[in-house]
């Protein structure tokens, strides 16, 4: 079911523990429940890591695509169960365990948008799989599998 897409920047920072500079998402732009989710980053040249990659001509790091691409994964699986829930239902929260075959086919770079998705392709008792892709409007940036995993004793 598609939810209208109100979710607000405390919900975010309610549902993931990353703070700045690792906070990846800025927004929500649609939510399809259990499904799907689109998320943005606006990418800023004052960001740390571009003083060191690289200094003549910076490009987001792809391990740092990636977390964008698992903390999109995490709002799908919390803001799905919140809403399913109708509202916070405890304090159960998933950390990003594994990538499988992740591509880097184009850099993303400061002043760009970075547009992350995730499809939720299956669970395993506590552990959920998600297909990704990261795009800068139609230039495809990464794409891959991630897999989180419950917190122990959350279950």
């Not at 547009?115 to 139609?138: C, D, H, N, P, Q």
Request: glycine share 8%.
């Amino acid at each position: 079911m598609n939810q209208p897409c109100d979710v607000t920047r405390e919900e975010i920072l309610d549902l993931l523990p990353h703070r700045a500079p690792f906070l990846f998402v800025d927004r929500v732009t649609r939510l399809d429940i259990d499904r799907h989710i689109t998320a943005e980053r606006d990418i800023r040249a004052d960001e740390p890591w571009f003083a060191g990659h690289f200094p003549d001509r910076p490009i987001l790091p792809g391990v740092l695509v990636t977390d964008a691409l698992a903390q999109t994964s995490g709002l799908l699986w919390g803001l799905s169960r919140r809403r399913r829930a109708g509202g916070d239902d405890g304090v159960r929260r998933v950390f990003f365990l594994a990538a499988a075959n992740m591509k880097y086919m184009s850099p993303a770079v400061p002043g760009e948008t970075l547009t992350m998705t995730a499809i939720a392709e299956r669970s395993y008792g506590t552990l959920f799989s998600y297909t990704v892709e990261a795009s800068v409007g139609r230039r495809a940036v990464a794409k891959g599998t991630l897999t989180l995993a419950l917190t122990e004793g959350t279950a």
